[in-house]
């Protein structure tokens, strides 16, 4: 009887630390694209996952005053992985304080698309994401990184970070096989029609490229998925999900599924089932979401 108790208590144990849900914060309230519309997204992405607890914290519009932003100190400590869809004005000190503090003692961070482009001015910030695009970034910046011949290149020349083409559907390429985040999963697929970012520069410091994407601008392979060390935090930067229609892509959900995972505890263990829908070489493929997509894509073009 004892041994039944003892096995029982062991297995509600267990029981209970497999159910308990990662906890994720997304930032959103100031950017140049479509936040309002994009978490949505994004929340589905996390909850579809049945892994997640997900919350959102919006900060005051932009332009507002001091005392709306006095009132906006999110607890970054009680989640597990925080994820940016911000792109905006400067945070208030003790938020970037408590930010830096957050990841640098182990906390993750998953930096999507423009929030790439935020805080040009903000040092430890491009430290944790490695690189980033626009707001003056430049040669001061950090070097450009790109792929060649399977090698991570740094280019120091002078120029200026982020720019763009058209948007259009392009083929990921895959670079490391054996990261949980990339590890199975087809080593070239479509995405679904989306910006295709090039020429980001930044410090660039502990910073393995996962994945690749070439640019019609450069001829390079630019980064697309980053995995970067800040301290004893995991950053995942992504730099792919201009708008809903660029997220509806199965590759981006499962990449956003396992990587706020990987972020939160450095392993992919309930995210890294293979969706039969995944993406081809050759052939994108849609997530099918009520009501999406809200925003109404330009004509692709090359
Ligand atoms: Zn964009």
């Known amino acids: 009887m004892r041994n039944l108790i003892l096995a029982l208590t062991l297995s509600s144990v267990t029981l209970g630390l497999a159910a308990d849900p990662i906890k994720v914060l997304i930032i959103d309230g100031q950017n140049n694209h479509k936040w309002d519309i994009t978490t949505p997204v994004l929340r589905n992405i996390l909850d579809t996952a049945e892994v997640f607890q997900v919350q959102v914290s919006t900060t005051p519009p932009k332009g ?21 869809n911000y792109n905006g004005e400067l945070w208030p000190e003790p938020v970037r304080k408590d930010f830096e503090a957050y990841v640098s003692g182990g906390g993750g961070f998953v930096c999507v698309h ?5 805080f040009p001015d903000w040092p430890e910030y491009n430290r944790m994401i490695g690189v980033g695009g626009w707001g ?19 280019d120091t020349s002078p120029g200026k970070g ?20 990339t590890k199975g999963l087809p080593l070239v697929w479509m995405h679904r029609q989306d910006e295709l970012y090039n020429s980001l520069r930044g410090p660039a410091e502990n910073v393995t490229v996962l994945a690749s994407a070439v640019s019609e601008q450069t001829n390079d392979a630019e980064p697309m998925m ?16 201009h708008a809903d229609y660029s997220m509806l892509c199965r590759g981006f959900y499962e990449v956003m599924q396992r990587s706020t995972e990987w972020a939160a505890t450095g392993l992919c263990a309930a995210t890294a089932a293979l969706p039969a829908d995944f993406p081809s070489a050759d052939k994108e493929s849609e997530v099918k979401l009520d009501g999406y997509p809200k925003l109404t894509p330009p004509a692709p073009k090359k």
């Open 64 to 84: 507002s005053p001091a005392p709306a932003w006095d009132s906006w100190r999110p607890k970054f400590s009680d989640f597990a992985v925080v994820v940016s």
């Open 162 to 181: 982020g720019s763009h083409g058209p948007q259009h559907p392009f083929p990921v390429t895959i670079h490391d096989q054996e990261h949980p985040v």
């Open 226 to 241: 980053l995995a970067i060390t800040y301290g004893k935090g995991r950053v995942f930067h992504n730099a792919m999900g």
């Open 114 to 118: 423009a929030a790439d482009n935020a």
């Open 136 to 154: 003056g970034r430049n040669e001061k910046s950090g070097p450009r990184l790109f792929i060649k011949d399977g090698k991570l290149m740094r």
